[in-house]
């Protein structure tokens, strides 16, 4: 079992930055690859960017390409996304996801482990 906690959420303005991280327990960190996920009001949850478990590769959502970093820390048992540049549509609720496999996968059904998310709201 894998229990992830995020933090950092809040409300920024437009054109603003944010880190959020998510913190894992649980079995080894190091052996999921990571992702992170968001779901806006009336929206279905879509995959904003993942890591894989060494860190060594990343994927991102079109969306976010360019203004979103993902890192993780093992040592830490931590994975982050640095959101830049935010955007009003980037308002939603943003949960950590985890997979007990070295890929990243888009789907959310991929995802074993979930948080219980945090608000990010973007004011235009």
């Known amino acids: 079992q894998v229990q992830l906690v995020e933090s950092g959420g809040g409300l920024v303005q437009a054109g603003g930055s944010l880190r959020l991280s998510c913190a894992a327990s649980?079995?080894?960190?190091?052996?999921?690859?990571m992702a992170w996920f968001r779901q806006a009001p009336g929206k279905e949850r879509e995959f904003v960017a993942g890591?894989?478990?060494?860190?060594?590769?990343?994927r991102y959502a079109d969306a976010v390409k360019g203004r979103f970093t993902i890192s993780r820390d093992n040592a830490k048992n931590t994975v982050y996304l640095q959101m830049t540049s935010l955007k009003h549509e980037d308002t939603a609720i943003y949960y950590c996801?985890?997979?007990?496999?070295?890929?990243?996968?888009?789907?959310?059904?991929?995802?074993?482990?979930w948080g219980q998310g945090t608000q990010v709201t973007v004011s235009s």
């Open positions: 996801a985890g997979l007990n496999d070295f890929r990243v996968v888009v789907p959310a059904s991929g995802y074993d482990y």
């Open positions: 890591i894989t478990y060494s860190g060594g590769n990343t």
């Open positions: 649980g079995r080894t960190f190091s052996n999921y690859a």
